[in-house]
């Protein structure tokens, strides 16, 4: 039994500040071209990470803290390789909250029963942000281009925009309380923001949009994209 517990607990990826620390001295060593190392620093990478120790002493190694040496070869080179266990990390992470369906840009919704639609088939883990709108009704035209730029952001987010009298409640939806912004998940209703724009500045942008509906927690982690020009780097 203690065999089996020292296999699972040697699998498992550590948390914490050491877990952390002995994960990225994993990747490292791992990273290296140790056919064209000298043979000094060979050896020193037999002693950090040698398979062949007794299973305990392995265990200790890992925890131990680092020595001059190796902090001084962890430390070479070590921009590059720090971009893709960086790199490594986030992909693990996005997987890890990266579920339910994705979606590119805002859907125009033609009618009340496209509106209903939406909000009681779209998948339970996705949130539902909609728009509704007149055209020539101030603020409007510019929320919907926030929405534009917001939706290329949170593609986990399913972002809609309705005209008032195509939904067929034009007589809730007046001008006055225009525009509105729903916020729905699992067809719950989360956010009711009548004359939305009321809470923003006179000039507002998509980040002030995005920092409203953060506010009230409407909104995912935003996704960061690793740069291409990084990709390029490591490989080079």
């Known amino acids: ?15 914490g500040p050491k877990g952390v620390i002995n994960d990225w001295r994993r990747f490292k060593l791992e990273s290296m071209d140790q056919e064209n190392l000298p043979s000094a620093k060979k050896e020193l990478l037999r002693q950090m990470s040698s398979p062949h120790k007794a299973r305990e ?9 680092m020595s001059v040496q190796e902090y001084e070869l962890l430390k070479e080179e070590d921009e590059g390789c720090l971009k893709k266990y960086r790199r490594r990390c986030m992909q ?4 890890k ?3 339910g369906p994705r979606f590119e840009g805002v859907h125009d919704l033609d009618s009340g029963e496209a509106f209903l639609e939406v909000i009681e088939k779209e998948h339970h883990t996705t949130m539902v942000v ?3 709108y007149k055209v020539g009704v101030k603020g409007c035209e510019e929320l919907n281009t926030c929405l534009d730029c917001l939706a290329t952001e949170y593609p986990s987010v399913k972002f809609c925009r309705i005209d008032a009298v195509a939904s067929g409640a034009a007589e809730r939806f007046s ?7 729903l916020v729905y998940k699992a067809g719950e209703l989360l956010g009711n923001f009548l004359a939305c724009t009321q809470h923003l500045n006179e000039e507002f942008f998509a980040t ?3 920092a409203f509906l953060n506010s009230y927690g409407l909104l995912p982690e935003k996704e960061v994209p ?3 020009d990084e990709e390029e780097n490591d490989v080079e």
């Open 175 to 181: 001008d006055e309380v225009l525009p509105t912004l």
């Open 97 to 99: 909250l990266s579920f």
């Open 92 to 95: 693990e992470m996005h997987d």
């Open 208 to 210: 002030d949009v995005e």
């Open 130 to 132: 909609v728009h509704i």
């Open 1 to 15: 039994m203690s065999d089996r517990l020292i296999d699972m607990e040697d699998n498992v990826t550590q948390t």
């Open 57 to 65: 002493d392995t265990r200790a190694n890992l925890n131990r803290k």
């Open 226 to 228: 690793v740069a291409e």
